[in-house]
């Protein structure tokens, strides 16, 4: 795994978990999906249902539909950066004084890629999740956004943008975790890869984890 281009600082004795919680669905390795299955797996709800108390950061998962097939919005760190420089990211940054998560989500966006708050609809607080190295509560908002859309790297912040079919990561192969054992703890870090779509660029850490949690949320409405 030392093709791609994140440096993914592994410990000796990880281990390798292949199976996820989609494998042992019939439809597992389905060639398509629709950007209206991902809606109804999302639907009722509000956006700022999830207590975001003590969140400093927030990201965007944002959905592009493409001619009905729902794509993931993904960018590359500018490689410049003295923080996580070329690490695959959803669109997100730190809380400021004053403003409320969500709206820092739409910010940050508009900033990184040119996103309008306008051309985005919010249909859900995903979670508040936890960055186990440093302990960054960061809340996580699914997204929908118009394919109309114009987007554009910011050269200060993202290398590039990428649009990644979200039927791709269900793909047998393209997504695993790794148990992690530091100072006698474990923990599980998710990953995912496609030569195809991704080539060289590997998804790992929070921003696989938040992509996880969606995946498991459109393979329980499936499956009922």
Not at 57 to 63: F, T
Not at 106 to 133: D, K, M, N, Y
Not at 136 to 152: H, N, P
Request: charged share 20%; glycine share 8%.
């Amino acid at each position: 795994m030392d093709h791609f281009h994140q440096h993914i600082p592994r410990p000796a004795d990880a281990v390798r978990l292949d199976m996820t919680s989609w494998s042992r669905l019939q439809w597992a390795g389905l060639a398509s999906l629709t950007t209206r299955q991902v809606m109804s797996a999302f639907s009722g709800g509000e956006p700022e249902c999830v207590d975001t108390t003590g969140v400093e950061a927030s990201v965007l998962v944002g959905i592009v539909d493409r001619a009905g097939e729902p794509h993931l919005l993904l960018t590359r760190r500018a490689l410049h950066l003295d923080r996580d420089p070329g690490l695959i990211a959803l669109p997100g940054g730190y809380v400021e004084r004053g403003e409320e998560p969500l709206a820092t989500a739409l910010r940050e966006a508009h900033e990184e890629v040119g996103l309008q708050p306008s051309e985005v609809t919010v249909t859900r607080c995903l979670g508040v999740f936890t960055r186990s190295r440093t302990g960054l509560k960061i809340a996580a908002y699914l997204g929908f956004v118009d394919s109309s859309a114009q987007l554009t790297a910011s050269a200060g912040e993202v290398h590039e943008i990428f649009e990644v079919p979200l039927a791709t990561l269900f793909q047998e192969g393209s997504a695993w975790q790794e148990e992690w054992r530091t100072a006698g703890e474990a923990r599980v870090v998710h990953f995912f890869a496609d030569a195809g779509v991704l080539g060289e660029n590997l998804v790992w850490g929070l921003t696989a984890a938040i992509i996880w949690n969606v995946l498991d949320a459109v393979a329980r409405s499936l499956a009922v």
